[in-house]
């Protein structure tokens, strides 16, 4: 049984940055695909960053150039580290892992965690 659990969230100011992490407890992320989500308030969750298992970054264009997703696989854990960020980063942000991925969409069979919250004023 896969768990996910986000932490790093918080409050900051708009140019501030902010560092998430996802630790994965019941399976190894050596092999697995992750990736990051967010959903603000009314709107439809969106996809954020997705790292591959071979090690392919991909990003919403939205972010690119100020969020990296990275991963410590010693660790079990997932990063995405986000610098710049705007009040437009507002969201509830959450890790997956595992299942099916096409690009930054999560299509079936993932694990979910519960989310961390990053307001940006």
């Known amino acids: 049984h896969v768990q996910l659990v986000e932490s790093g969230g918080g409050s900051v100011q708009g140019g501030g940055s902010l560092r998430l992490s996802c630790v994965a407890s019941g399976y190894t992320t050596t092999r697995m695909c992750m990736g990051w989500f967010r959903q603000r308030p009314g709107e439809e969750p969106e996809g954020v960053a997705h790292l591959a298992n071979d090690g392919r970054t991909t990003y919403v264009d939205s972010v690119k150039g100020r969020f990296t997703i990275t991963k410590d696989n010693s660790k079990n854990t997932l990063y995405l580290q986000m610098d710049s960020l705007t009040p437009e980063d507002t969201a509830m942000y959450y890790c997956?892992?595992?299942?099916?991925?096409?690009?930054?969409?999560?299509?079936?069979?993932?694990?979910w965690g519960q989310g961390t919250q990053v307001t940006v004023s």
């Open positions: 997956a892992a595992g299942g099916t991925w096409r690009g930054l969409e999560a299509l079936g069979g993932n694990y």
